[in-house]
Nanobody, 125 residues
Framework: QVQLMESGGGSVQAGGSLRLSCLASGYTFSTYSMGWFRQVPGKEREALVCIDSDGTPSYADSVKGRFDISRDNAKNTLYLQIDNLKPEDTATYYC???????????????????WGQGTQVTVSS
């Protein structure tokens, strides 16, 4: 079955950087669209940046310039690089996968069939 496992979260100071990873298994990784999302308690899940099977990214306006997505199809791994972290970036970060999301819907959480368990990122000022 499809499994997604995030890692790389932790506690960092504002201005620092993190690279999150999402190891995928149970499907042909290169053929799926993938995405990174985050959520804080009491709020809706927020799209950050997604990437289609061709490697073309789509960024939410709120994260352009600080967040970057990449995928290594040989390692079945999705990455999220976050620079210049801010306290408001504190959240649980999730990766997601879907076999058929069209590019114009990549930033919609409802379009993704598979989700990881999440990794916590805490940014202190």
């Amino acid at each position: 079955q499809v499994q997604l496992m995030e890692s790389g979260g932790g506690s960092v100071q504002a201005g620092g950087s993190l690279r999150l990873s999402c190891l995928a298994s149970g499907y042909t990784f290169s053929t799926y669209s993938m995405g990174w999302f985050r959520q804080v308690p009491g709020k809706e899940r927020e799209a950050l940046v997604c990437i289609d099977s061709d490697g073309t990214p789509s960024y939410a306006d709120s994260v352009k310039g600080r967040f970057d997505i990449s995928r290594d199809n040989a390692k079945n791994t999705l990455y999220l690089q976050i620079d210049n972290l801010k306290p408001e970036d504190t959240a649980t970060y999730y990766c997601a996968a879907d076999p058929s999301t069209p590019w114009w819907k990549l930033l919609l959480p409802s379009q993704y069939k598979y989700w990881g368990q999440g990794t916590q990122v805490t940014v202190s000022s």
